[in-house]
């Protein structure tokens, strides 16, 4: 029974992977292509019962499946360098696969530290004026910038998805005599600024849906054609 044997720990892990990533990706991409958008046009009545009855739920699923997405993806790498030593992270498939990793990771900490913590007061905020409560200050600033945070995670999942499946499937040959020290900087500087601008920025060309899906379409072909310039 090759599927209760050792040998497919690392499939089982692959199998969480994909389920637990298509509920969390799902659901970013539920808010950001419909929710927004509605709740922009929606009135305040409306926005309050979205907020009490609807997001308790969503988010409740949206940030456990980061967590068990996040947890089988490193689970994977773990999996893979135990079995292969840690040179296999200089090597493409390390390369490729920790270009999405790192995306991923930023995405599932920006749901965790930022869009969640925020979402949770937004909430709160909901229940408490239903009941003729005063609102709670600064609610407006917390709701802008857990947008800011989804938008920016709609945004990296795109070239995050480029690379998750690049890894095994794009065959992409890295040159042994180049050092990754230039792309691994190329990337931290633009990865590093989009990240800076979720924590601090404005939405900019990610207000509109359309532009955030050009955004990550150029973003992804920018990082792979770093990658294959610098690296290959
Ligand atoms: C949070 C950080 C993440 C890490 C560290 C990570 C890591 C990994 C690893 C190690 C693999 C195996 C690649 C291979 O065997 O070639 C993988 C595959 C995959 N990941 Fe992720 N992942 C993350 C997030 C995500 C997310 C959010 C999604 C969204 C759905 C996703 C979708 C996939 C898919 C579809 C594959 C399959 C690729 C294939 O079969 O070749 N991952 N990931």
Same mark, same amino acid.
């Given at each position: ?73 490193? &689970? ?23 270009? &999405? ?132």
């Amino acid at each position: 029974m090759t599927l209760f044997s050792g040998a497919a720990a690392e499939f089982w892990m692959r199998w969480v992977h994909y389920i637990f990533g298509i509920l969390w990706i799902g659901h970013l991409y539920y808010f950001n292509f419909s929710q927004m958008a509605f709740m922009g046009e929606a009135d305040a009545a409306t926005k309050s019962v979205v907020l009490q009855k609807l997001s308790p739920r969503t988010m409740f699923w949206f940030r456990w499946g980061a967590m068990f997405t996040f947890l089988s993806g490193w &689970g994977m790498i773990g999996h893979k360098m135990g079995a292969a030593g840690s040179t296999i992270a200089t090597s493409a498939w390390g390369t490729i696969i920790l270009s &999405g990793g790192i995306l991923g990771t930023l995405m599932f900490l920006n749901v965790w530290l930022l869009i969640w913590p925020n979402n949770k007061i937004m909430i709160e905020n909901a229940i408490k004026t239903a009941k003729g409560e005063a609102a709670i200050p600064g609610v407006a600033d917390l709701a802008a910038r857990a947008s800011v945070a989804s938008r920016t995670n709609t945004l990296f999942s795109i070239p995050m998805l480029f690379f998750m499946g690049a890894a095994s499937h794009l065959p992409l040959v890295l040159s042994p005599e180049k050092s990754l020290v230039p792309y691994w900087c190329t990337y931290a500087i633009i990865v590093g600024l989009l990240q800076l601008n979720a924590m601090k920025g404005k939405m900019g060309p990610m207000q509109k849906l359309g532009g955030v899906i050009h955004f990550g379409v150029l973003l992804s072909l920018a990082l792979y054609f770093a990658m294959e310039f610098l690296a290959g």
